[in-house]
């Protein structure tokens, strides 16, 4: 499960098998037992979220925005893309 940042004590990783065929772009949060992820792509969007709070989603959607390119780079290297 690559790690791809950490964010004020959250993780945002992607996982080494995500579905064949391959998943559009796209990142988990995770932080204790709550968890969360976004599609990249087209815009940044919410799949599903346990346990995180509207005003965490909203700080998440922003990183996540302002980091769209480092996501997309490390999933392009590590599925070789």
């Known amino acids: 499960m690559p790690k791809v940042f950490n964010w004020k004590g959250h993780r945002f990783l992607f996982f080494s098998n995500e579905g064949y ?22 815009f940044v969007s919410l799949e ?17 925005e302002d980091k769209s390119q480092l996501i997309e780079e490390k999933w392009n290297e590590h599925f070789n893309i």
């Open 21 to 42: 065929p391959l998943e559009p772009i796209h990142i988990h949060v995770r932080k204790g037992p709550n968890r969360a992820k976004f599609w990249i792509k087209p």
């Open 48 to 64: 599903y979220n346990y346990g995180f709070s509207s005003k965490e989603l909203n700080e998440f959607r922003k990183v996540v």
